[in-house]
């Protein structure tokens, strides 16, 4: 639990800097999972910083993205390759075909082919070193919501009613956000070495309480994180409040 989300920024950014320096020392690839949202946007812009202040290369980072609303065109302003190419992919040298983010363009029916194929590339890479997450405030982590099998790929899913109306701000209004989205699956997320869950505000303070202390349910996907023992939560004073 930290001060505040900028120290807690600095910190998941230092981890994620030493894993990708550690790597080239080793002239080995980095495989870094992304996430979206509010939540990791300071960290974002401290790796952006190092890479401008500190000579942080990117050269040998493959990063592959959670998630992406579906259907969603790359070049939108609510997309996650926008976000990503906004907060992070412009400012740095990551080679651009080192970067995997779910296709929101695909007819239906590739799109089961496509997940298949994001789970066989991540695992030709030699599966993700770190993880990275948010949580939305229904438990979901990726895009996977309550009702999500804890062995569930990569796959299209259906958002929670309670999602689309926290992006509604994004889209300007509900009734614009996509009904659905491509995500890892929780099994996805599992297979990584490293898992590191952020949440600051207060807003964010029942739901960290119901993953860290709740029963472990698929009402509350983040609940199956208490299973694994890569897993660390670097939370706020807000967000940590109601943990006992
Ligand atoms: C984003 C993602 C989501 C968000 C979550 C929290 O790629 O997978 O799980 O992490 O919805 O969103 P923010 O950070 O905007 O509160």
Sequence with gaps: VFDNPATASVNVARRIAGIIRDKQEKQEKAVIGLATGATPVAVYA???????????????????????????????????????????????????????????????????????????????????????????????????EPGSAPNSGTRLVTLDDLTRRDAARDFGGKAFVPAKAITMGIGTIFKAREIILMAWNQKKASIIKKAVEGEISSDVPATYLQLSDNVEFILDQDAASLLT
Excluded at 94 to 108: C, S, V
Excluded at 110 to 136: S, V
């Design 46 to 144: 401290e790796l952006v910083r190092m890479h401008r202040e500190e000579n942080l290369s990117f050269y040998n980072v493959v990063s592959f993205n959670l998630d992406e609303y579906y259907p969603m065109q790359p070049d939108a302003a609510q997309s996650y390759v926008t976000f990503m190419k906004e907060n992070l992919f412009n400012h740095i040298d990551i080679p651009a075909e080192n970067i995997h983010i779910p296709d929101g363009t695909l007819p239906l029916e590739e799109i089961p082919a496509f997940c298949l194929n994001y789970e066989r590339r991540i695992g030709e890479y030699g599966g993700l070193d770190m993880q990275i997450l948010g949580i939305g405030r229904t438990g979901h982590i990726g895009f996977n």
